[in-house]
């Protein structure tokens, strides 16, 4: 069974800089890509960015283009979300997920493209 461990999270002031880390385990399996996303007290959850395994390109939400960075370590299974200039309409949960299922939805910014979510962490940003 596949599992997410997130980490990193965190209270921030308002502009600050936080790294969360997302680390694959349970076996042996395929990752075809990971990914973030964030739910906000009284709203719906929303793709924040994505990283598919086999090439070389990065999928952000508008809202964090340009200040948030994902990456990943191939050889540790893991994803990392750097996250910059941090607001406070940044403060939500923030949820690991990946693809580990070559069927299926390959639509990077869609939850139905993710078969294995994390319990996910909290970022608080104070202003």
């Known amino acids: 069974q596949v599992q997410l461990a997130e980490s990193g999270g965190g209270l921030v002031q308002a502009g600050g800089s936080l790294r969360l880390s997302c680390a694959a385990s349970g076996g042996t399996f395929n990752i075809y890509g990971m990914g973030w996303f964030r739910q906000a007290p009284g709203k719906e959850r929303e793709f924040v960015a994505a990283l598919p395994w086999s090439v070389g390109a990065t999928y952000y939400s508008d809202s964090v283009k340009g200040r948030f960075t994902i990456s990943r370590d191939r050889t540790k299974r893991t994803t990392y979300l750097q996250m910059n200039s941090l607001k406070s309409e940044d403060t939500a949960v923030y949820y690991c997920?990946?693809?580990?299922?070559?069927?299926?939805?390959?639509?990077?910014?869609?939850?139905?493209?993710?078969?294995?979510w994390g319990r996910g962490t909290q970022v608080t940003v104070s202003s």
């Open positions: 997920v990946i693809k580990t299922l070559r069927t299926g939805s390959a639509i990077w910014s869609s939850p139905a493209s993710y078969d294995h």
